[in-house]
């Protein structure tokens, strides 16, 4: 039996990367998943292919979770494609980098709209959907805690999305909803060791794993909290780094 036979799991931000990762692991877990993407379309569509041709259902949606209502509107298509929803994973976010001294308001809420506020609207609309056993999951990070420089929008969102889900564990557990997060370390992706190789080579000597993450790393963190498995975890953040936020920072 698999992990998440009979779910039917909404995946924002799955059009590459992480998302990718994460709408992959659902399906061969037993999910039905819906593929949410902004711009990302012709690669959304792609890994929705691959998960058809496995046997698996799959519907790409597209949508603006800067946009409450987009969010609202995407929740409830997911849910009537589906025939329900039962997960909820709140993947889709920006991570640019700008320093503190020169941000503006505007950069500022560019990312915070994304990153957190899409989190809240995404996550009300589905509670009102959702049966008792229904979970959602919110992709925060370790900058949640460590901030990185240049990232102080970025971190500050991360670090809401944590409260933000301790907050909804709490007021939705009576109803038998489930709200946890997942606090990626650096996740490889194509192009990154080239890109940024001095920090490739920092995070790998950092790494008590001395490797850097996976995409299914993190999707195996977030198909472990919608299964029944974690029937009883509600309100955690599940650090997925490698072992590098155990490591003393003297």
Excluded at 83 to 93: C, D, E
Aim: glycine share 10%; charged share 20%; aromatic share 4%.
């Amino acid at each position: 039996m698999r992990l998440l036979d009979g779910q039917v799991a909404l995946v924002t931000g799955a059009g590459g990367g992480i998302g990718r990762g994460i709408a992959l692991r659902f399906a061969e877990q037993g999910a039905a998943v819906a593929l949410h993407c902004r711009t990302a379309v012709a690669a959304a569509r792609e890994t929705a292919s691959r998960i058809e041709d496995s046997g698996a259902r799959a519907v790409v949606l597209e949508a603006d979770l800067r946009d409450e209502d987009a969010c609202r509107r995407l929740v409830r298509e997911a849910a009537a494609w589906g025939g329900g929803l039962t997960a909820l994973v709140n993947n889709a976010g920006v991570q640019p980098v700008q320093p503190l001294p020169g941000m503006t308001a505007a950069q500022w809420r560019a990312v915070v709209d994304t990153n957190l506020t899409g989190v809240f609207a995404c996550t009300q609309a589905a509670a009102e959907l959702m049966r008792p056993g229904g979970s959602v999951t919110h992709i925060a990070s370790v900058e949640a805690r460590q901030p990185a420089p240049e990232h102080a929008h970025y971190a500050a969102s991360k670090a809401a999305i944590v409260t933000h889900a301790r907050s909804a564990a709490l007021e939705y557990g009576r109803r038998g909803i489930r709200v946890n997060t997942v606090s990626p370390g650096l996740i490889d992706r194509e192009g990154l060791a080239e890109a940024w190789p001095e920090g490739v080579e920092r995070w790998e000597r950092a790494a008590p794993l001395g490797r850097l993450g996976r995409p299914e790393d993190v999707a195996d963190a977030c198909v472990f909290l919608a299964s029944p498995l974690a029937s009883w975890v509600t309100g955690h953040d599940l650090v997925v780094d490698g072992g590098v936020s155990a490591r003393p920072t003297w």
